[in-house]
T-cell receptor, first 113, second 113 residues
Framework: AQSVTQLDSQVPVFEEAPVELRCNYS??????LFWYVQYPNQGLQLLLK??????LVKGINGFEAEFNKSQTSFHLRKPSVHISDTAEYFC???????????FGQGTRLTINP | DTGVSQDPRHKITKRGQNVTFRCDPI?????LYWYRQTLGQGPEFLTY????????KSRLLSDRFSAERPKGSFSTLEIQHTEQGDSAMYLC???????????FGSGTRLTVV
């Protein structure tokens, strides 16, 4: 069965520093991969998605992620973070084009001035 | 397009009472999903509709839970005889047939006392 592991529950960084949020998945078939962001007391907003094609995917708010099939990873990166990036970030996978998403447990990104 | 709307935003109920939540998806989206999110966890899939047909239901969804989408537009999620373990954020999302990646609503936070 598919599963998603977000390796860091919390990531503190200083403003304008680069950040990487790690995500690994397990699946025996082809997958679609997603990153969502959740601000306090709000629903989830789609940051970016990988369906096929180029393994480097660019999303909103300056985020990007790279799909690595051999390492079954889909890490999220941003070269320079801002205070407004403080939020919870969730990696998710759908297996074989299924509609259901399986989410990781989330990574809380905290930006310090 | 006003996005996905959920009502109410917050619900406090006594154990044993029944509650019903409503979700209005984006109008042109024919797929609708319900997820549950507990504190510090990622969302967990509950059920999924395509138009008015309920196509998949999680084993997490006990017999006390029922969801409907009678005319293929809005959906309701009912929980009968609520228990303290039902306390969570209930998230609704919608998508179109041709696009992967959901649009989430802001959620309904249920507290069972």
């Amino acid at each position: 069965a598919q599963s998603v592991t977000q390796l860091d529950s919390q990531v503190p960084v200083f403003e304008e520093a680069p950040v990487e949020l790690r995500c690994n998945y397990s699946s025996s078939v082809s997958v679609y991969l997603f990153w969502y962001v959740q601000y306090p007391n709000q629903g989830l907003q789609l940051l970016l998605k990988y369906l096929s094609g180029s393994t480097l995917v660019k999303g909103i708010n300056g985020f990007e992620a790279e799909f690595n099939k051999s390492q079954t990873s889909f890490h999220l990166r941003k070269p320079s973070v801002h205070i407004s990036d403080t939020a919870e970030y969730f990696c998710a996978v759908s297996e074989g084009g299924a509609q259901k998403l399986v989410f990781g447990q989330g990574t809380r990104l905290t930006i310090n001035p | 397009d006003t996005g996905v709307s959920q009502d109410p935003r917050h619900k406090i109920t006594k154990r044993g009472q029944n509650v019903t939540f409503r979700c209005d998806p984006i109008s042109e989206h024919n797929r609708l999903y319900w997820y549950r999110q507990t504190l510090g966890q990622g969302p967990e899939f509950l059920t999924y509709f395509q138009n008015e047909a309920q196509l998949e239901k999680s084993r997490l969804l006990s017999d006390r839970f029922s969801a409907e989408r009678p005319k293929g537009s809005f959906s309701t999620l009912e929980i009968q005889h609520t228990e303290q373990g039902d306390s969570a954020m209930y998230l609704c999302a919608s998508s179109s047939t041709t696009a992967y990646g959901y649009t989430f609503g802001s959620g309904t936070r249920l507290t069972v006392v």
